[in-house]
């Protein structure tokens, strides 16, 4: 009898150092009790400390994980400030979300550069000079003051701040804007002078505004390339969809392979491509290696955006949207 009451007198102080209760005198499991004064409960940290792993808590979760990307949050009109020059200078390359856009730009939230980014420092030099790494699409230098980019910055970490874990999209749908703001007959004369000899409102662009649900991917799709094509309502006598070309890519491994396929997903980890048979292969990216060589079909709108103004863009939507 005497051991079987030392044994279960055993187990039961064992659970109680798992559960964190404590045993009193007469052997009853007891819920532990208050912190001594001036110290938090178990499991959390100091005051003013953030906890372990961010501000989502770990790997997985929402927030910044390592302490490089840490940062304390920017004042609510700066965010909201950025989050408006975002909007009209970013969106159409790097998406509503933060993780790319039509014309083909990074998703930033899984971009070593803003993760280790705190106040818009190593943002700003790339939004002034531009950037053209091997395997990226080109990104033109935009005149933006260093305050506005700086905007961007605190916008770009709110939304980090808030997504889920690993560089998955913030909570909520991004509002559509009205953009349909230009002047029609300005934007009829741009077509007519720099589209003609690739697009036609007899053919390709015959009824294109019934195939975008929204001005808004109207404007996308256009910009990018992708105004001959599209997903809509378009009516019985609507001409085809002109479906553009996808961007290929050839990654060429450290001894030589070559793999050669359609364009999947590429980011500052990774680089995806389709091949003939339809394997998807995926590579991991450090640096230059593997060299990575993309051939895009639409580099010639791309190009064409970094001249556009943003009176150009508006009014070549609003002529646009009544083709119908």
């Given at each position: ?72 949050p920017a004042p609510a009109p700066l965010i909201e400030r950025g989050n408006t020059l975002y909007g009209i200078n970013c969106r159409l390359c790097h998406g509503a979300d933060l993780r790319g856009g039509d014309m083909g730009g990074i998703n ?67 509002v559509e804007l009205n953009i349909v703001v230009g002047d029609a007959a300005a934007g009829q004369n741009y077509v007519a002078a720099n589209c003609a000899s690739c697009h036609s409102t007899e053919g390709d662009l015959r009824g294109v505004a ?115």
């Open positions: 009898m005497r051991n079987l009451i030392l044994a279960a007198a055993a187990a039961l102080f064992i659970t109680s150092l798992y559960s964190g209760a404590r045993v009193s005198a007469q052997g009853a499991a007891q819920p532990p009790g208050p912190p001594p004064a001036g110290q938090p409960p178990a499991g959390q940290p100091p005051a003013g400390q953030p906890p372990p792993g961010g501000q989502g808590g770990g790997r997985g979760h929402a927030g910044q994980g390592f302490p490089a990307q840490q940062r304390p930033l939230l899984r971009s070593q550069l803003v993760l280790n980014d705190q106040d818009g420092e190593q943002i700003f030099p790339v939004v002034r000079d531009g950037r053209n790494r091997p395997g990226q699409p080109v990104m033109p230098p935009l005149p933006l003051p260093e305050a506005d980019v700086k905007a961007i910055a605190a916008y770009i970490h709110s939304v980090a701040a808030r997504m889920a874990g690993q560089g998955g999209p913030p909570p909520g749908e991004p019934s195939r975008y649900p929204t001005p808004m991917a109207l404007q996308n799709a256009w910009v990018s390339g992708g105004a001959g094509g599209g997903r809509g309502r378009g009516g019985a006598d609507a001409a085809p969809a002109r479906v553009p070309k996808p961007a290929t890519v050839t990654v060429t491994s450290a001894d030589g392979q070559k793999f050669t396929g359609r364009l999947d997903r590429i980011d500052d980890f990774y680089v995806s491509l389709v091949q003939e048979d339809g394997v998807l292969k995926t590579f991991r990216r450090s640096g230059a290696a593997p060299a990575v060589q993309i051939t895009d079909p639409l580099e010639g709108h791309k190009k064409l955006w970094v001249k556009l103004s943003d009176k150009d863009v508006h009014d070549v939507t609003a002529y646009l949207v009544t083709l119908k």
